[in-house]
Protein backbone atom coordinates (compact mmCIF):
# COMPACT_ATOMS: atom_id res chain seq x y z
CA UNK A 1 0.00 0.00 0.00
CA UNK A 2 1.39 3.32 -1.03
CA UNK A 3 1.08 4.45 2.08
CA UNK A 4 3.24 2.86 3.59
CA UNK A 5 5.89 3.46 1.41
CA UNK A 6 8.66 5.72 2.82
CA UNK A 7 10.56 8.55 0.37
CA UNK A 8 14.00 9.23 1.47
CA UNK A 9 16.03 11.11 -0.21
CA UNK A 10 19.36 9.56 0.41
CA UNK A 11 19.71 6.13 1.64
CA UNK A 12 22.70 4.57 2.90
CA UNK A 13 23.54 1.06 3.15
CA UNK A 14 26.08 -0.02 5.56
CA UNK A 15 27.77 1.01 8.78
CA UNK A 16 31.33 0.82 8.50
CA UNK A 17 33.44 3.64 7.93
CA UNK A 18 32.30 4.33 4.26
CA UNK A 19 28.97 4.19 5.22
CA UNK A 20 29.23 6.64 8.53
CA UNK A 21 31.38 9.35 6.26
CA UNK A 22 29.03 9.05 3.71
CA UNK A 23 26.50 9.88 6.36
CA UNK A 24 28.27 12.72 7.90
CA UNK A 25 28.77 14.16 4.39
CA UNK A 26 25.64 13.83 3.51
CA UNK A 27 23.57 15.15 6.13
CA UNK A 28 25.92 18.26 6.46
CA UNK A 29 24.50 18.91 3.01
CA UNK A 30 20.87 18.65 3.91
CA UNK A 31 20.23 15.39 2.22
CA UNK A 32 18.46 13.53 5.72
CA UNK A 33 20.27 10.53 4.97
CA UNK A 34 18.85 7.56 6.25
CA UNK A 35 21.55 4.86 7.39
CA UNK A 36 20.59 0.89 7.91
CA UNK A 37 23.19 -0.50 9.95
CA UNK A 38 23.15 -4.16 8.03
CA UNK A 39 24.12 -7.62 9.95
CA UNK A 40 26.90 -6.26 11.64
CA UNK A 41 26.73 -2.95 12.46
CA UNK A 42 30.25 -0.92 12.46
CA UNK A 43 31.20 -3.72 9.99
CA UNK A 44 34.62 -5.70 9.74
CA UNK A 45 36.37 -3.46 12.17
CA UNK A 46 34.25 -4.06 14.81
CA UNK A 47 36.26 -7.79 14.29
CA UNK A 48 39.51 -5.95 14.47
CA UNK A 49 41.46 -5.07 18.58
CA UNK A 50 43.47 -2.12 17.70
CA UNK A 51 43.57 0.60 14.98
CA UNK A 52 46.51 2.79 14.76
CA UNK A 53 46.79 3.52 11.00
CA UNK A 54 43.67 6.06 11.21
CA UNK A 55 44.65 9.15 11.48
CA UNK A 56 42.97 11.39 14.43
CA UNK A 57 43.98 9.11 16.77
CA UNK A 58 47.46 9.52 18.04
CA UNK A 59 47.13 6.95 20.93
CA UNK A 60 44.87 4.33 19.07
CA UNK A 61 41.53 3.19 19.80
CA UNK A 62 39.68 -0.12 19.57
CA UNK A 63 37.42 -0.57 16.15
CA UNK A 64 34.14 -0.81 18.00
CA UNK A 65 35.01 2.30 19.93
CA UNK A 66 36.06 3.90 16.36
CA UNK A 67 32.98 2.91 15.12
CA UNK A 68 30.70 4.24 17.70
CA UNK A 69 32.07 7.42 17.48
CA UNK A 70 32.15 7.36 14.10
CA UNK A 71 27.69 6.93 14.30
CA UNK A 72 28.00 9.48 16.91
CA UNK A 73 29.52 11.70 14.79
CA UNK A 74 26.70 11.10 11.70
CA UNK A 75 23.86 10.94 14.83
CA UNK A 76 25.16 14.54 15.52
CA UNK A 77 23.78 15.62 12.59
CA UNK A 78 20.40 14.23 12.34
CA UNK A 79 21.72 11.14 10.53
CA UNK A 80 17.99 8.37 11.07
CA UNK A 81 20.54 5.71 11.88
CA UNK A 82 18.29 2.48 11.85
CA UNK A 83 19.12 -0.70 13.10
CA UNK A 84 17.92 -3.51 10.22
CA UNK A 85 19.22 -4.93 7.16
CA UNK A 86 18.19 -4.29 3.37
CA UNK A 87 17.17 -7.60 1.73
CA UNK A 88 15.97 -6.61 -1.97
CA UNK A 89 16.22 -3.92 -4.15
CA UNK A 90 15.16 -2.55 -7.63
CA UNK A 91 17.24 -0.21 -8.75
CA UNK A 92 15.28 -0.89 -12.58
CA UNK A 93 13.09 2.42 -12.89
CA UNK A 94 13.72 6.00 -12.00
CA UNK A 95 12.78 5.67 -8.19
CA UNK A 96 15.31 3.50 -6.38
CA UNK A 97 13.56 0.73 -4.56
CA UNK A 98 14.63 -0.81 -1.56
CA UNK A 99 12.79 -3.28 0.73
CA UNK A 100 14.00 -3.21 4.54
CA UNK A 101 13.61 -7.39 6.21
CA UNK A 102 11.16 -8.13 2.63
CA UNK A 103 8.80 -5.93 4.52
CA UNK A 104 8.99 -2.29 4.61
CA UNK A 105 9.36 -0.76 1.09
CA UNK A 106 11.51 2.53 0.77
CA UNK A 107 11.70 4.63 -2.37
CA UNK A 108 14.63 6.48 -2.48
CA UNK A 109 16.05 9.49 -4.48
CA UNK A 110 19.83 8.52 -4.22
CA UNK A 111 21.32 5.00 -2.76
CA UNK A 112 24.62 4.54 -1.08
CA UNK A 113 26.17 1.30 -0.70
CA UNK A 114 28.50 0.84 1.71
CA UNK A 115 27.93 -2.83 2.64
CA UNK A 116 31.61 -4.02 2.59
CA UNK A 117 33.12 -7.33 2.08
CA UNK A 118 33.55 -9.81 4.67
CA UNK A 119 36.73 -11.55 5.15
CA UNK A 120 37.07 -15.70 4.58
CA UNK A 121 38.09 -17.66 7.63
CA UNK A 122 38.64 -21.29 7.61
CA UNK A 123 36.44 -21.96 9.62
CA UNK A 124 38.61 -24.15 12.33
CA UNK A 125 37.16 -23.71 15.96
CA UNK A 126 40.56 -22.80 17.20
CA UNK A 127 40.73 -20.17 14.49
CA UNK A 128 37.29 -18.70 15.11
CA UNK A 129 38.02 -18.53 19.51
CA UNK A 130 41.46 -16.70 18.89
CA UNK A 131 39.76 -14.50 16.31
CA UNK A 132 36.85 -13.68 18.86
CA UNK A 133 39.44 -13.64 21.95
CA UNK A 134 41.26 -10.88 20.07
CA UNK A 135 44.27 -13.15 20.79
CA UNK A 136 46.33 -13.28 17.55
CA UNK A 137 44.39 -14.08 14.67
CA UNK A 138 43.95 -11.53 11.53
CA UNK A 139 42.36 -11.16 8.66
CA UNK A 140 44.30 -8.30 7.80
CA UNK A 141 48.17 -7.68 8.19
CA UNK A 142 48.11 -3.83 7.25
CA UNK A 143 46.42 -3.42 10.35
CA UNK A 144 47.55 -5.67 12.90
CA UNK A 145 50.96 -6.92 11.51
CA UNK A 146 52.26 -4.11 13.95
CA UNK A 147 51.64 -6.04 17.38
CA UNK A 148 53.70 -9.03 16.30
CA UNK A 149 56.92 -6.80 15.40
CA UNK A 150 59.93 -9.13 15.85
CA UNK A 151 57.66 -12.32 16.40
CA UNK A 152 57.01 -14.95 13.71
CA UNK A 153 53.64 -15.19 12.38
CA UNK A 154 51.92 -18.05 10.09
CA UNK A 155 50.14 -16.86 7.23
CA UNK A 156 47.45 -18.87 5.17
CA UNK A 157 46.30 -18.16 1.30
CA UNK A 158 48.54 -18.34 -1.57
CA UNK A 159 46.83 -15.42 -3.71
CA UNK A 160 47.46 -12.26 -4.39
CA UNK A 161 46.59 -10.97 -1.07
CA UNK A 162 48.67 -13.68 0.69
CA UNK A 163 51.79 -12.86 -0.94
CA UNK A 164 51.77 -8.96 -0.69
CA UNK A 165 50.60 -9.55 3.33
CA UNK A 166 53.29 -12.33 3.64
CA UNK A 167 55.55 -9.45 2.53
CA UNK A 168 54.53 -7.07 4.51
CA UNK A 169 54.56 -8.86 7.46
CA UNK A 170 58.09 -9.84 6.39
CA UNK A 171 59.41 -7.14 7.10
CA UNK A 172 58.04 -6.63 10.74
CA UNK A 173 58.32 -10.21 11.88
CA UNK A 174 61.51 -12.25 12.66
CA UNK A 175 60.13 -14.76 10.71
CA UNK A 176 56.72 -15.62 7.92
CA UNK A 177 55.83 -18.86 7.22
CA UNK A 178 52.96 -19.12 4.67
CA UNK A 179 51.34 -22.15 4.14
CA UNK A 180 49.90 -23.19 1.02
CA UNK A 181 47.48 -25.69 0.47
CA UNK A 182 48.20 -26.85 -2.86
CA UNK A 183 51.37 -27.63 -4.93
CA UNK A 184 51.36 -24.06 -6.48
CA UNK A 185 50.39 -20.32 -6.05
CA UNK A 186 47.29 -19.14 -7.47
CA UNK A 187 48.80 -15.65 -7.44
CA UNK A 188 50.71 -13.19 -9.94
CA UNK A 189 54.20 -14.63 -10.71
CA UNK A 190 55.94 -11.42 -9.95
CA UNK A 191 53.84 -11.59 -6.11
CA UNK A 192 55.01 -15.14 -6.06
CA UNK A 193 58.36 -14.30 -6.89
CA UNK A 194 58.63 -11.44 -4.60
CA UNK A 195 57.85 -14.04 -1.77
CA UNK A 196 59.85 -16.21 -2.72
CA UNK A 197 62.73 -14.50 -2.56
CA UNK A 198 62.12 -13.16 0.83
CA UNK A 199 64.73 -14.77 2.98
CA UNK A 200 62.57 -14.71 6.23
CA UNK A 201 59.44 -16.00 4.25
CA UNK A 202 59.09 -20.17 4.61
CA UNK A 203 57.26 -21.46 2.18
CA UNK A 204 55.53 -24.72 3.06
CA UNK A 205 53.67 -26.35 -0.24
CA UNK A 206 50.76 -28.82 0.08
CA UNK A 207 50.32 -27.98 3.51
CA UNK A 208 47.19 -27.21 5.52
CA UNK A 209 45.72 -25.87 9.16
CA UNK A 210 44.61 -28.52 11.44
CA UNK A 211 44.13 -26.24 14.65
CA UNK A 212 45.29 -22.91 16.15
CA UNK A 213 47.43 -23.72 19.27
CA UNK A 214 47.02 -21.19 22.01
CA UNK A 215 47.11 -20.85 25.75
CA UNK A 216 43.46 -19.88 26.44
CA UNK A 217 44.41 -16.39 25.69
CA UNK A 218 46.78 -16.23 22.88
CA UNK A 219 47.98 -17.93 19.57
CA UNK A 220 51.43 -19.87 20.78
CA UNK A 221 51.84 -21.67 17.48
CA UNK A 222 49.83 -23.51 14.55
CA UNK A 223 49.54 -27.70 14.26
CA UNK A 224 49.54 -28.25 10.19
CA UNK A 225 49.35 -31.20 8.14
CA UNK A 226 51.23 -32.05 4.85
CA UNK A 227 48.29 -33.57 2.75
CA UNK A 228 50.96 -35.59 0.72
CA UNK A 229 52.33 -37.19 3.46
CA UNK A 230 50.17 -36.58 5.90
CA UNK A 231 52.97 -35.80 8.25
CA UNK A 232 51.75 -33.39 11.08
CA UNK A 233 53.98 -30.82 12.88
CA UNK A 234 53.86 -27.86 14.94
CA UNK A 235 55.04 -24.42 13.82
CA UNK A 236 55.79 -21.86 16.74
CA UNK A 237 54.19 -18.61 16.60
CA UNK A 238 52.29 -15.48 18.16
CA UNK A 239 49.96 -14.07 15.28
CA UNK A 240 47.94 -16.51 12.58
CA UNK A 241 46.95 -14.26 9.74
CA UNK A 242 44.22 -15.73 6.98
CA UNK A 243 44.71 -14.25 3.47
CA UNK A 244 42.33 -16.57 1.85
CA UNK A 245 39.98 -13.95 -0.08
CA UNK A 246 37.08 -11.48 0.64
CA UNK A 247 33.35 -11.86 0.09
CA UNK A 248 31.93 -8.90 -0.87
CA UNK A 249 28.37 -8.33 0.42
CA UNK A 250 26.88 -6.94 -2.84
CA UNK A 251 24.65 -10.11 -3.75
CA UNK A 252 21.10 -8.36 -3.78
CA UNK A 253 22.39 -5.84 -6.17
CA UNK A 254 23.32 -8.43 -8.87
CA UNK A 255 20.69 -7.78 -11.02
CA UNK A 256 21.06 -4.11 -11.69
CA UNK A 257 24.97 -3.40 -11.09
CA UNK A 258 27.76 -3.93 -13.03
CA UNK A 259 29.66 -6.19 -10.61
CA UNK A 260 33.31 -7.88 -11.72
CA UNK A 261 33.95 -11.70 -11.43
CA UNK A 262 34.38 -11.68 -7.62
CA UNK A 263 31.22 -9.34 -7.18
CA UNK A 264 33.06 -6.49 -6.60
CA UNK A 265 30.98 -3.44 -7.54
CA UNK A 266 32.48 -1.82 -10.53
CA UNK A 267 32.68 1.83 -10.27
CA UNK A 268 32.92 4.20 -12.67
CA UNK A 269 36.86 5.28 -12.82
CA UNK A 270 37.35 8.04 -10.42
CA UNK A 271 33.84 8.58 -8.94
CA UNK A 272 31.68 6.71 -6.74
CA UNK A 273 29.24 5.89 -9.53
CA UNK A 274 27.52 2.61 -10.41
CA UNK A 275 25.91 2.19 -14.22
CA UNK A 276 22.89 3.51 -12.69
CA UNK A 277 22.11 6.68 -11.90
CA UNK A 278 21.76 7.62 -8.73
CA UNK A 279 23.31 4.72 -7.43
CA UNK A 280 26.99 5.08 -5.60
CA UNK A 281 29.46 2.49 -3.79
CA UNK A 282 31.81 3.21 -1.37
CA UNK A 283 33.77 1.01 0.79
CA UNK A 284 35.20 -2.43 0.38
CA UNK A 285 32.07 -3.36 -1.62
CA UNK A 286 33.83 -2.04 -4.47
CA UNK A 287 37.63 -2.54 -3.50
CA UNK A 288 39.22 -5.36 -3.38
CA UNK A 289 42.73 -3.86 -3.08
CA UNK A 290 43.37 -1.03 -0.55
CA UNK A 291 40.48 -2.04 2.09
CA UNK A 292 41.62 -0.02 4.72
CA UNK A 293 39.46 1.96 7.08
CA UNK A 294 40.70 5.35 5.32
CA UNK A 295 40.39 4.90 2.36
CA UNK A 296 36.52 3.40 3.11
CA UNK A 297 36.19 7.21 4.80
CA UNK A 298 37.49 8.48 1.81
CA UNK A 299 35.47 7.08 -0.93
CA UNK A 300 32.19 7.65 1.11
CA UNK A 301 32.97 11.15 1.36
CA UNK A 302 33.30 10.82 -1.93
CA UNK A 303 29.99 9.24 -2.49
CA UNK A 304 28.03 11.52 -0.77
CA UNK A 305 29.21 14.34 -2.34
CA UNK A 306 28.57 12.48 -5.80
CA UNK A 307 24.86 12.13 -4.79
CA UNK A 308 24.52 15.88 -3.66
CA UNK A 309 25.88 16.93 -6.56
CA UNK A 310 23.43 14.36 -8.59
CA UNK A 311 20.39 15.54 -6.34
CA UNK A 312 21.04 19.50 -7.27
CA UNK A 313 21.95 18.65 -11.27
CA UNK A 314 17.80 17.15 -10.90
CA UNK A 315 16.52 19.36 -9.03
CA UNK A 316 18.20 22.72 -11.24
CA UNK A 317 19.08 20.84 -14.65
CA UNK A 318 21.32 22.98 -16.57
CA UNK A 319 20.00 24.29 -20.37
CA UNK A 320 22.10 22.47 -22.62
P1 LIG B 1 42.26 -15.31 -4.27
O1 LIG B 1 40.91 -15.91 -4.39
O2 LIG B 1 42.96 -14.85 -5.49
O3 LIG B 1 43.24 -16.34 -3.55
C1 LIG B 1 42.81 -17.04 -2.42
C2 LIG B 1 43.95 -17.94 -1.97
O4 LIG B 1 43.55 -18.57 -0.75
C3 LIG B 1 44.25 -19.06 -2.96
O5 LIG B 1 45.64 -19.32 -2.94
C4 LIG B 1 43.48 -20.24 -2.38
O6 LIG B 1 44.05 -21.49 -2.64
C5 LIG B 1 43.63 -19.97 -0.90
N1 LIG B 1 42.57 -20.61 -0.14
C6 LIG B 1 41.22 -20.47 -0.31
N2 LIG B 1 40.55 -21.20 0.60
C7 LIG B 1 41.50 -21.81 1.34
C8 LIG B 1 41.46 -22.70 2.44
N3 LIG B 1 40.29 -23.10 2.96
N4 LIG B 1 42.61 -23.13 2.98
C9 LIG B 1 43.79 -22.72 2.47
N5 LIG B 1 43.93 -21.88 1.45
C10 LIG B 1 42.78 -21.43 0.88
O7 LIG B 1 42.08 -14.12 -3.19
P2 LIG B 1 42.98 -12.82 -2.93
O8 LIG B 1 42.35 -12.13 -1.78
O9 LIG B 1 44.39 -13.15 -2.83
O10 LIG B 1 42.76 -11.93 -4.23
C11 LIG B 1 41.46 -11.50 -4.64
C12 LIG B 1 41.58 -10.66 -5.90
O11 LIG B 1 42.21 -9.44 -5.59
C13 LIG B 1 42.45 -11.32 -6.98
O12 LIG B 1 41.90 -11.03 -8.23
C14 LIG B 1 43.78 -10.67 -6.81
O13 LIG B 1 44.55 -10.67 -7.99
C15 LIG B 1 43.37 -9.27 -6.39
N6 LIG B 1 44.43 -8.61 -5.61
C16 LIG B 1 45.27 -7.77 -6.24
C17 LIG B 1 46.29 -7.13 -5.56
C18 LIG B 1 47.17 -6.23 -6.28
O14 LIG B 1 47.02 -6.09 -7.48
N7 LIG B 1 48.09 -5.56 -5.62
C19 LIG B 1 46.50 -7.36 -4.12
C20 LIG B 1 45.56 -8.28 -3.54
C21 LIG B 1 44.58 -8.87 -4.27
P3 LIG B 1 43.83 -22.23 -4.06
O15 LIG B 1 44.68 -21.49 -5.03
O16 LIG B 1 44.28 -23.61 -3.76
O17 LIG B 1 42.36 -22.13 -4.36
Redesign the pocket.
Known sequence: MSEQIEKVKCLIIGSGPAGYTAAIYAARANMNPVLYQGTQPGGQLTTTTEVENYPGYPNGITGPEMMIEFQQQAERFDTDVRDGWITKVDFSGPVHKVWVHDEKEIHCETVIISTGASA?Y?GLPSEQKYLKLGGGVSACAVCDGFFYKNQEVVI???????C?EAHYLSKLCTKVTML???DQ????KIMEARVRNTKNIEILLNT?TEEVLGDGQVVTGVKARNNITGEIFEIPATGFFV????IPNTAIFKDYLELDE?GYIINIPGTSKTNVEGVFVSGDAAD??YRQAVTAAGTGCMAALDAERYLAAKESPVEA
Do not use: N, W
Open positions: RLVGAGDSAEVRRFRASEAIGHTHV
